[in-house]
C-alpha cells in the first residue's frame, strides 16, 4: 500500500504532435497538470511535458516546472519523438 507521502499516480501534459488535440494545442498543459496536482497532492504529482522540437524553450518549460509548479520529474517518450534516449536533444533537460 503507498504510503501518504508518497504520490501513487502521476499526471503529464501530452506535447508531442500525435498526443496533441485537433487543433494542434497541447490536449491538456503544464498549468493544468500543476492544478490537478495541487487539488490532489497525496494522488499525484506533476510530471512536466516539453516540446523537444524548441530546446531553448523546453529547458526554460522545464526550469518553471520544477521551481514554480512543484513538479517532480520529466516526461521523456522516446517512441513519440522518434528519438532514442540517448539523443543530444535530451541533454540539456
Known amino acids: 500500500m503507498p504510503t501518504r507521502s508518497a504520490p501513487n499516480f502521476r499526471i503529464s501534459a501530452p506535447t508531442a504532435p500525435s498526443a496533441r488535440s485537433r487543433d494542434g494545442k497541447a490536449a491538456i498543459t503544464n498549468d493544468e497538470v500543476a492544478t490537478i496536482a495541487d487539488r490532489y497532492p497525496d494522488r499525484f504529482a506533476g510530471v512536466a511535458a516539453v516540446d523537444l522540437t ?3 524553450h523546453a529547458v526554460r518549460e ?3 516546472c520544477v521551481r514554480d509548479l512543484g513538479f517532480r520529474a520529466l516526461r521523456v517518450v522516446p ?3 522518434d528519438l ?3 539523443d543530444r ?4 533537460l
Not at 89 to 92: A, G, H, L, T
Open 54 to 56: 524548441r530546446p531553448m
Open 62 to 64: 522545464l526550469r518553471r
Open 79 to 81: 517512441w513519440l519523438w
Open 84 to 86: 532514442p534516449p540517448s
Open 89 to 92: 536533444r535530451y541533454y540539456p
